[in-house]
């Protein structure tokens, strides 16, 4: 490194990628802990929970928006000691054992120790016209788009819950709805399937996928891999995917971090990776499987920046030259 990388007034005790719960929860814990953070959040902060329709199980808050309660964890967030930056990390680093931070507009950052919380990203169908037609009839985001689709037929692809509670929303929104699943059964929350039964414009396809979208310039309609009452096309305006996500674990991936099979990263229970001075939380992380909520991001948030405020205490600021060593914890 050049001598101004180096200079300690230049490097960040924590740098966390990642602006939604899990992100800002570590944040606000950072703060609290008097560490000098930066908090990389996109330029859509907030995640998935910032897309989310209406949330009724976050201890506390009986019902909250998703986009509101993002922004209040922001404002607890915001302190002294930390900076929030509108960019994407588009590259990692471990430089003198030092962690380097690139960001997409090229700015340079550099850090102590690393948090990981930048979740998952939703899965495409992989259908030819998908990409061209995004923004003109397809959409990954209920909750952004489907005030867009007032008094139209749309589709919805899923089968699991974030698909249930998006069709609920939708329904007050569109004339009728095509719910499209390829499972026999829909899994849900029972609470959110009682209200998604009730809805009387909502048609349910089951066993069925979706093999091609129809529309030059906009959808027009989409066909499906089996008949269905007599056709295999159905005319639509809009198709909402929420087939589930996927972790955005490439970044973790260049640095060594250990990740399962399905590229979810590997935490012990104080979120520390095989990587020192690396630490993740949230969806992207392993730690709870299947089970992805605010409030368990927010709490594997809290214990990653817990983690990351030790290893500081321990090794004060020669930090830096202690993320060559291998942790004891991922010894085999």
Not at 4 to 22: M, P, V, Y
Not at 113 to 121: E, K, L, N, Q, V
Not at 271 to 295: C, E, L, P
């Amino acid at each position: 490194m050049s001598e101004h990388k180096t200079n300690i007034q230049n490097i960040f005790d924590t740098i966390i990628i990642g602006g939604g719960a899990a992100g800002l929860s570590a944040a606000i814990y950072a703060e609290r802990y008097l560490m000098k953070t930066l908090v990389l959040e996109g330029r859509e902060p907030g995640g998935e929970t910032a897309t989310a329709w209406i949330i009724e199980n976050y201890p506390g808050i009986p019902s909250i928006d998703g986009y509101d309660l993002i922004k209040a964890m922001k404002a607890q967030a915001e302190g002294p000691l930390t900076t929030f930056v509108s960019d994407y990390a588009s590259e990692v680093l471990l430089q003198d054992h030092c962690f380097t931070v690139k960001s997409e507009s090229g700015q340079d950052f550099w850090g102590k120790t690393i948090i990981f919380a930048h979740g998952s990203r939703r899965r495409r169908l992989g259908l030819p016209n998908e990409k061209r037609l995004l923004g003109h009839g397809v959409s990954y985001c209920i909750t952004c788009d489907a005030p867009l689709y007032k008094d139209k037929v749309v589709a919805i692809v899923g089968g699991g819950d974030a698909s249930v509670k998006g069709a609920c929303l939708a329904s007050q929104y569109s004339a009728k709805i095509y719910f499209i699943t390829r499972e026999k059964n829909i899994k849900a929350e029972p609470a959110n399937m009682e209200i998604f039964n009730k809805k009387n414009n909502i048609e349910i396809i089951y066993e069925t996928e979706v093999k091609e979208l129809l529309g030059k310039e906009y959808l027009s309609g989409i066909v499906l891999n089996r008949s269905y009452k007599g056709s295999e096309k159905l005319e639509v305006q809009g198709i909402f995917i929420e087939i589930g996500s996927e972790p955005n674990s490439s970044l973790p991936k260049s640095l060594g971090v250990k990740v399962d099979e399905s590229g979810y990263i590997e935490v012990d229970a104080m979120m520390r990776t095989s990587v020192h001075g690396v630490y993740a939380a949230g969806d992207i992380t392993n730690a709870t499987g299947s089970f992805k909520q605010d409030i368990v991001a927010a709490a594997q948030g809290a214990i990653a920046a817990t983690s990351a405020y030790r290893d500081l205490g321990l090794h004060g600021n020669q930090a830096c030259l202690h993320h060559a060593i291998i942790p004891k914890y991922f010894k085999s």
